[in-house]
């Protein structure tokens, strides 16, 4: 295995994940459904090695979707 999926990563505190990636040693990626980037991008720092940017799907959703203005998705991705 070269990595791992984790899902609901938020629904579980942030030093278990820590703790869990060192035992796991593989590359890890998680799901945390939020559109706030500062909340996503907290988990890449502090708990495991990769989030999925569910902030630029909630923009693309928005722009495309809902016809909202691109700066919304330019927001999503600085």
Not at 26 to 36: P, S
């Amino acid at each position: 295995i070269d990595g791992i999926r984790i899902d609901t990563i938020p629904e579980v505190p942030k030093w278990f994940w820590k703790q869990f990636a060192q035992a796991a040693g593989v590359y890890q990626v998680g799901e945390v459904f939020n559109g706030r980037v500062d909340f996503v991008a907290s988990y890449q720092k502090e708990a495991i090695d990769a989030v999925l940017n569910y902030p630029l799907y909630f923009a693309m959703k928005d722009c495309f979707g809902y016809k909202q203005s691109l700066y919304k998705m330019e927001s999503a991705i600085k």
